[in-house]
């Protein structure tokens, strides 16, 4: 008897305690912006501590919105755009970290969040010199070029992610999207989580692209 009233202790302890841990998360929402006048949205891969997250499209309203699941707590989180990342791997076959490759473009920011009056603090920072990405980052692939900036905000919604409409002028609305189709292949090598590196897009248009936002 003493031991069957320690078991229904033990799972009603721990009934309690899944309760509130599940009960002390909540969904962030992070939208990504797009010229009003591109007739199709395209697919970007999203990942967050190591999961892909899920993206829906509108196309009416010319935006794709994503959400992760965090602590109500959390006040602060790493975004990381860039078209590319590589997995480190240790002599035991197992996962180190990510980068971001030398030589690809990126832009990070720091996003925190003061609950006192509901705004964000955006803040672009860089990456160590080994171009680490930080644990637990929001990732988006996609060239950081096409971004304008980061803005907004409230509780429980990211910053959102505004692309450049003037830079993406160089562009057709159907060279944009090819050019952002290519970027999404050639992340589905990312998909096992981050099992393996990818090379940064290598088709025409992709380069006519690139080249474009630089010069």
């Known amino acids: 008897m003493k031991k069957l009233l320690i078991c229904l202790l033990t799972a009603f302890t721990s009934s309690l305690t899944h309760g509130y841990f599940a009960s002390d998360k909540a969904l962030w929402y992070g939208t990504i912006a797009f010229p009003h006048d591109m007739q199709v949205i395209p697919p970007i891969r999203v990942y967050y501590a190591g999961n892909k997250l899920g993206l829906n499209i509108d196309n009416d309203a010319k935006q794709s919105t994503f959400s992760l699941t965090e602590y109500k707590q959390r006040t602060s989180f790493t975004l990381l755009i860039c078209t590319d990342i590589e997995v480190v791997v240790s002599t035991a076959n197992t996962v180190d970290f990510l980068r971001v490759p030398r030589g690809i473009p990126y832009k990070m920011y720091e996003l925190n969040f003061n609950a006192a ?34 803005e907004g905000g409230t509780a429980y919604e990211l910053p959102k992610i505004v692309l450049d409409e003037r830079t993406l002028d160089n562009l057709s609305p159907e060279e944009l999207h090819d050019a952002s189709i290519h970027l999404f292949l050639g992340s589905l090598n990312s998909d096992s989580v981050h099992a393996k590196s990818t090379s940064l897009v290598k088709s025409d248009i992709s380069k006519k692209t690139i080249s474009l936002m630089i010069t």
């Open 117 to 150: 009056d509901g705004t964000w603090k955006i803040t672009e920072v860089q990456l160590n010199e080994d171009r680490q990405i930080p644990e637990n980052a929001i990732i988006v692939r996609y060239h950081p070029l096409f971004v304008k900036k980061i």
